[in-house]
């Protein structure tokens, strides 16, 4: 082991003092250098593209266009589909998340709106709505 380490010792500054240049060829190396080179100009680096800039593809989600020619029907309150909440267009029904396309027993989501949905099965559609709660007031006697 002790063998291998001289020899390497040996040999790495021979090997760096016989690849040097000379004193003549690095002048040399700096004139060729210091001479003014053309460059880009402004108005032309200025329309270059960012090279480091990172496109990510813009994927568009197909959104079915639904025209109701009767937009009263509505679902029968006994019916067991119970919207509760709509959030991001996605709907709480029945107590699981449904978004546009997903379905719903033999019903199909075709829109989420703001506080309803619109499900389609064939040509028959049927509108569920959040059911408005009753504002009840409570008074209490102190004592």
Do not use: C
Request: glycine share 4%; net charge positive; hydrophobic share 40%.
């Amino acid at each position: 082991m002790k063998n291998i380490t001289i020899s390497i010792m040996i040999a790495l500054p021979l090997s760096l003092y016989s690849t040097s240049l000379s004193h003549d060829e690095i002048i040399k190396m700096v004139e060729k250098i210091k001479h003014e080179r053309p460059g880009i100009s402004l108005s032309v680096l200025d329309t270059t593209p960012n090279p480091f800039a990172i496109v990510v593809p813009v994927v568009e989600e197909k959104v079915e266009e639904v025209k109701i020619e009767d937009p009263k029907i509505e679902i029968n309150p006994l019916d067991s589909y119970h919207m509760t909440a709509v959030l991001n267009h996605a709907a709480f029904i029945n107590k699981k998340w449904y978004k546009v396309g997903d379905k719903i027993g033999m019903y199909k989501v075709v829109h989420v709106g703001k506080s309803s949905v619109t499900l389609r099965n064939g040509q028959d559609y049927r509108k569920l709505v959040i059911p408005k709660k009753k504002k009840k007031i409570k008074l209490f006697k102190g004592n």
